[in-house]
């Protein structure tokens, strides 16, 4: 399978693709400055430019993909919006199916996440909340797949992992920390599969 990783320089993008490669799938990595991808060469490894704020860097990008996974998150360097523009390239290309990485806790999943983490998201997050919300809605809407982690850690790929709808998701006073690698896990496993699409998973550890 061809699968293109949106956000390939940060923790999770890198993960995906470390783990689509190892799964024997071909990878374009898209970060806006490729260079930084720190993977070991590869025949099944493309590097490409592309800027979710640039329409025609991200449109090159694109251009063809079949499946697109995302790893994109916020900096606090970027303009609100970075997210929005990113789900709207993803869908626009026209691909076969999208796996978005979004935060539990926001958007649909803040009914489930608990009033104090919904305090706490809307005071740490309060500038990215609307981007977040708007991302989501554009990928579900276009057929995709979106997951909702909680607070990624750099841990291992878990052995009891599981993947559940959102309305099966344990509800708890904080949300359950999650790796980076189980999430990427996950995400890819919905790439192949594609068993959520119009809706929101929830990557889990046990």
Known sequence: M????????????????????????SVTAVART???????????????AGDVRDPDSIGRALKGARIVVSGLGIS?????????????????????????????????????????TRGLLKTFMKNELEDRTTAD?????????????????????????????????PRRLFPARVSRATVAAAMLDEAEQQRYGGRIAVPLER
């Open 76 to 116: 606090g360097k970027d303009a609100p919006g970075a997210l929005t523009a990113g789900a709207r390239a993803a869908v626009d290309a026209g691909p076969d199916f999208v796996v978005w990485l979004a935060a539990f806790g926001t958007g649909d999943s803040a009914p489930y996440a608990g009033a104090l």
């Open 137 to 169: 809605a554009t990928v579900r809407a276009g057929g995709g797949a979106v997951f909702h982690a909680g607070p990624l850690s750099d841990g291992p790929l878990s052995p009891a992992r599981r993947t559940v709808s959102l309305d099966d998701a």
């Open 2 to 25: 061809e699968i293109t990783v949106l956000g390939a320089t940060g923790a999770t993008g890198t993960e995906l693709v470390r783990q689509a490669l190892e799964r024997g799938h």
């Open 34 to 48: 490729p260079d930084r991808i720190t993977l070991p060469p590869s025949d099944r490894l493309i590097r490409v």
